[in-house]
């Protein structure tokens, strides 16, 4: 795949909400190796890897003033190096995907690091299974097969494109602007939304809770590890707000609802950032403050998708017949999978 792609809703969300410095949002992944990896063989998985993965391959540029993307073809480029240190990307350069080969104490350590706008977590997932099974193929002398590619990303976003134009989310505006309406969470002061400006709080539950928590409760009320989730959300907010409903903004991975809602196409193994923001949401939760199982019952009957999987328009879509504004509160639901990579 080369050639102009159009940017996807998540993209435009980026490009409008950090104008400076957008260069700088990437996510890594450290992996411990096992004994005797063959450096040459890994050089040789990471570029099959490169050549598979079109997103990887994605450039940036602004042209007066409007950020456009391409992809480009696939080159001789050397990913990975052997000197532990930042890693850095020029928007406008391909490419957006590095590995540092090192050497940790003790343990060989390989992390790999992409920006943000070509990956997400679904993207690690596939990377690391295909880098897998590329390596497994270079090592034992066969050429790399990483299967059939699923629906490209460039497809996927001219279909977002293609609806968004034609008026495909236009009866959609008023359901959104009612959501909004119903008002945002109470602050103190305005402020910056920045990274400094951010706290952070980290839960660790123990083996009983988390077992609950992926088993127990969801067969009990007959929903999904992120409708409690989202519950218990829901039951703080409104205790701390006085309020008893909240609106919360959810971010889902897109590809199953891609799938569904539009025709069919699937890119369930492309590599990209997929991200469908308010792939279920904005929604209004009722938290029943003294009613846990009415309270998970009606995050779970509410957290579904409608009327649409990706109600925020593209950047085709005008502004003036975009949702007047988003939810103060987000969440997103990440999942769980142990990855293991030798």
Same mark, same amino acid.
């Not at 001789?76 to 490419?95: A, I, K, M, Q, Y």
């Not at 706290?199 to 992120?226: F, G, H, K, M, W």
């Not at 950047?315 to 639901?333: A, E, H, I, L, V």
């Given at each position: 795949?080369?050639?102009?792609?159009?940017?996807?809703?998540?993209?435009?969300?980026?490009?409008?909400?950090?104008?400076?410095?957008?260069?700088?949002?990437?996510?890594?992944?450290?992996?411990?190796?096992?004994?005797?990896?063959?450096?040459?063989?890994?050089?040789? *998985?990471?570029?099959?890897?490169?050549?598979?993965?079109?997103?990887?391959?994605?450039?940036?540029?602004?042209?007066?003033?409007?950020?456009?993307?391409?992809?480009?073809?696939?080159?001789?480029?050397?990913?990975?190096?052997?000197?532990?240190?930042?890693?850095?990307?020029?928007?406008?350069?391909?490419?957006?995907?590095?590995?540092?080969?090192?050497?940790?104490?003790?343990?060989?350590?390989?992390?790999?690091? *992409?920006?943000?706008?070509?990956?997400?977590?679904?993207?690690?997932?596939?990377?690391?299974?295909?880098?897998?099974?590329?390596?497994?193929?270079?090592?034992?002398?066969?050429?790399?097969?990483?299967?059939?590619?699923?629906?490209?990303?460039?497809?996927?976003?001219?279909?977002?494109?293609?609806?968004?134009?034609?008026?495909?989310?236009?009866?959609?505006?008023?359901?959104?602007?009612?959501?909004?309406?119903?008002?945002?969470?109470?602050?103190?002061?305005?402020?910056?939304?920045? =990274?400094?400006?951010?706290?952070?709080?980290?839960?660790?539950?123990?083996?009983?809770?988390?077992?609950?928590?992926?088993?127990?409760?969801?067969?009990?009320?007959?929903?999904? =590890?992120?409708?409690?989730?989202?519950?218990?959300?829901?039951?703080?907010?409104?205790?701390?707000?006085?309020?008893?409903?909240?609106?919360?903004?959810?971010?889902? !991975?897109?590809?199953?609802?891609?799938?569904?809602?539009?025709?069919?196409? *699937?890119?369930?193994?492309?590599?990209?950032?997929?991200?469908?923001?308010?792939?279920?949401?904005?929604?209004?939760?009722?938290? !029943? !403050?003294?009613?846990?199982?009415?309270?998970?019952?009606?995050?779970?009957?509410?957290?579904?998708?409608?009327?649409?999987?990706?109600?925020?328009?593209?950047?085709?879509?005008?502004?003036?017949?975009?949702?007047?504004?988003?939810?103060?509160?987000?969440?997103?639901?990440?999942?769980?999978?142990? =990855?293991?990579?030798?």
């Amino acid at each position: 795949m080369t050639g102009p792609v159009s940017l996807t809703p998540i993209q435009c969300w980026y490009f409008e909400s950090v104008p400076v410095a957008p260069e700088r949002f990437d996510q890594s992944v450290t992996v411990e190796l096992a004994e005797g990896v063959d450096e040459l063989a890994l050089r040789g *998985a990471l570029t099959a890897v490169m050549a598979h993965h079109d997103a990887l391959r994605m450039r940036y540029e602004q042209v007066d003033g409007c950020w456009r993307q391409a992809g480009a073809g696939v080159e001789p480029v050397d990913v990975l190096s052997t000197v532990d240190g930042p890693v850095g990307f020029d928007l406008s350069r391909e490419p957006l995907f590095r590995a540092v080969l090192f050497q940790d104490g003790s343990r060989r350590v390989l992390r790999l690091a *992409a920006h943000h706008l070509v990956v997400d977590g679904v993207s690690w997932r596939i990377l690391l299974e295909d880098l897998d099974t590329a390596y497994r193929q270079v090592v034992s002398g066969r050429p790399v097969d990483l299967g059939a590619k699923t629906t490209s990303f460039q497809q996927w976003a001219a279909r977002l494109c293609e609806h968004a134009a034609t008026g495909g989310f236009d009866d959609e505006l008023g359901y959104w602007n009612m959501l909004l309406d119903n008002g945002s969470l109470p602050v103190d002061e305005d402020g910056p939304n920045t =990274i400094a400006s951010t706290r952070s709080v980290t839960v660790c539950l123990d083996e009983v809770n988390t077992r609950a928590l992926l088993q127990d409760v969801p067969e009990v009320y007959r929903t999904q =590890i992120n409708d409690v989730l989202l519950a218990a959300l829901a039951r703080v907010l409104a205790r701390w707000s006085g309020r008893d409903r909240v609106l919360v903004d959810l971010e889902g !991975h897109g590809r199953d609802y891609s799938s569904r809602s539009r025709n069919n196409y *699937a890119p369930s193994r492309t590599e990209d950032w997929a991200t469908a923001r308010c792939a279920t949401s904005p929604t209004t939760l009722c938290p !029943h !403050h003294n009613h846990r199982s009415a309270s998970t019952t009606s995050a779970s009957s509410t957290g579904q998708p409608a009327p649409s999987s990706t109600p925020y328009p593209t950047d085709s879509t005008p502004k003036s017949t975009r949702p007047n504004n988003g939810p103060t509160s987000s969440t997103s639901w990440a999942g769980w999978k142990p =990855i293991a990579w030798r």
